[in-house]
């Protein structure tokens, strides 16, 4: 499903490091913490893979991704 979306946004492949950045939409009162927010990177970390949009995941191209939480309504 992800990279069917992933696909579906860009052609672009991209050979070098690159700078990720996650933002996560949620209801609600409760945050995440750094820990719950971190682990939802994989899938489309790996999406992204598998789609040749990046190379691989490891942090020689990816880097330390960041992070940031948005409530709505």
Known sequence: MWKLLFLSQTHNAHTGRVKIHFTHYHRGMAIQDA???SSTSKIPLDALV???????????VIGTPTFSQVRVR
Do not use: V
């Open 50 to 60: 598998a789609a040749g949009i990046i190379t691989e995941d490891k942090m020689k």
């Open 35 to 37: 820990e719950n927010l």
